[in-house]
């Protein structure tokens, strides 16, 4: 007899009532269905992938600028001191392993629909190599007509020349990690100009009207209270930002704040309190009129669509170049050597500097990415990404109970509450849709004789 998963034990994935639905916002787990490939068949695998046609997927390239001129206290992400020697030697290299790939079946079979410059601090090379890293990627890989072409950055050393020579290259987006405009708030976070330089300097952005520009607010700062947000809100808006995000914060255990937090010299603001701050945050967003994009995105003119970040999350096949620059396509996603050194070694060689990949073994794997994208927007089909979607209205009755959704439809719709407990829910919905799409088990089947 087959039998098939219809009913749960749902209880563990009810939410709490009365206040604060989870104990603690968790963290996205990585799919845990990928086995590494072993170190001998990285070459092989490499060169196999760079033979075949991008599948029927959007496409993405994400470059890694592993350079810093300070390390924030926060920021988990620090990997190398800025030095401009080191930046032109790595710029060279990095060119090197676009040229090498660029004329690949798989890297010319589709168009790219979104370039992403990250870090580290992309905006540390200097005007001349972020120029020629812009001008290379146009010139040899098969962008789209209306490709977004994103540059992560910083205030500092982010003068004119290197703005000009972005948007001179072909540069349509800046996103500055602002975090906070507050001065006293971002000397404690290592920030090194104050709130009135930081708004001058995107005041300045704005002026030129030559690209998307967005900025990143950070909310669950220490020392950060609703009065203190609520100004970081209003500056954000009256400074005529394109788009802004709104992160809470999260905390890395290794990085000066955490190891501050963890011996108690700095307080945290707690999950309900960070909670208070993103509604506070959605309600602003809201009565100024501008579109919620994804869970911390916001747009409020027609030029920003923060593409990368929504593709990504849609299981967009992405190029990856760079050291520590993580990429995927069909099924395969890698790691690109995070010591420099060695980078620089292997793409010296002719090789491509992988610290390891990875290999999908889950078949239709891709229902995880369609779960993340809708849970991002805050709009869940179920009854598309499971046949059983009716086993599981008990919870969803008792999630809309905690002000989680907006009604018990098996299409999912999140309240600003849910939007910020989303990798919760996105989480429990990851095992519970894998365990009602379990093939079918034999039961009572008899046993075999020989």
Same mark, same amino acid.
């Given at each position: ?146 490709? +977004? ?11 004119? +020349? ?28 290592? %920030? ?10 995107? !005041? ?68 309900? !309190? ?7 945050? $959605? !309600? ?6 501008? %579109? ?11 030029? +920003? ?31 690109? +050597? %995070? ?36 849970? !991002? ?33 098996? $299409?999912? %719709? ?8 989303? @990798?919760?829910?996105?989480? @429990? ?22």
């Amino acid at each position: 007899m087959l039998t098939t998963p219809k009913t749960l034990d749902l209880t563990p994935y009810f939410a709490q009532l009365g206040g604060q639905p989870f104990q603690d916002r968790h963290a996205t787990m990585p799919f845990r269905g990928a086995m590494p490939v072993a170190k001998e068949q990285l070459k092989s695998s490499w060169q196999q992938l760079l033979s075949q046609p991008a599948p029927p997927r959007k496409r993405l390239v994400y470059l890694h600028i592993p350079f810093c001129a300070t390390h924030c206290t926060f920021c988990g992400f620090y990997q190398n001191r800025y030095s401009a020697d080191h930046c032109t030697h790595y710029t060279d290299a990095l060119l090197r392993e676009i040229e090498r790939e660029a004329d690949s079946v798989l890297h010319q079979s589709a168009p790219i629909h979104a370039v992403y410059f990250g870090g580290g601090t992309p905006s540390a090379l200097s005007a001349t190599d972020l120029a020629r890293i812009i001008t290379t990627l146009r010139e040899r890989l098969p962008l789209a007509p209306d490709c +977004e072409i994103t540059i992560e950055g910083r205030i500092l050393n982010f003068d004119d +020349e290197r703005i000009d020579a972005c948007l001179d290259a072909g540069a349509n987006r800046f996103s500055i990690g602002i975090q906070s405009f507050n001065s006293k708030i971002r000397k404690k976070m290592a %920030r090194t100009a104050s709130g009135p330089e930081a708004i001058a300097f995107m !005041e300045g952005l704005v002026r030129r009207d030559r690209a998307a520009i967005v900025c990143d607010l950070l909310f669950g700062l220490p020392g950060q209270d609703s009065a203190l947000w609520d100004s970081d809100l209003r500056i954000a808006r009256d400074i005529g930002l394109d788009g802004v995000d709104l992160y809470a914060l999260n905390l890395f255990p290794n990085t000066p704040l955490g190891k501050a937090a963890a011996n108690g010299r700095v307080i945290i603001p707690s999950p309900a !309190e960070r909670r208070d701050l993103y509604l506070q945050g $959605c !309600e602003f967003m809201a009565q100024e009129g501008w %579109r919620c994009i994804s869970n911390s995105h916001w747009a409020r003119t027609p030029r +920003e669509r923060n593409l990368y970040n929504l593709l990504i999350k849609q299981g967009a096949d992405c190029l990856a170049f760079g050291s520590g620059a993580g990429g995927s396509v069909n099924g395969y996603s890698w790691l690109g +050597e %995070r010591n420099l050194d060695a980078w620089n070694s292997a793409v010296a060689a002719g090789e491509k500097p992988l610290m390891m990949m990875m290999r999908t073994m889950e078949q239709g794997f891709q229902w995880r990415n369609t779960l993340q994208a809708c849970v !991002e927007t805050a709009r869940v089909p179920l009854e598309e990404l499971t046949p059983h979607a009716s086993a599981l209205t008990p919870l969803l009755n008792q999630w809309h109970q905690a002000g989680l959704t907006k009604d018990t439809s098996t $299409c999912l %719709r999140l309240t600003d509450e849910g939007r910020f407990w989303a @990798s919760n829910i996105l989480q @429990s919905l990851q095992e519970l849709i894998q365990t009602l799409n379990m093939p079918p088990i034999a039961a009572d089947k008899p046993a075999r004789s020989y």
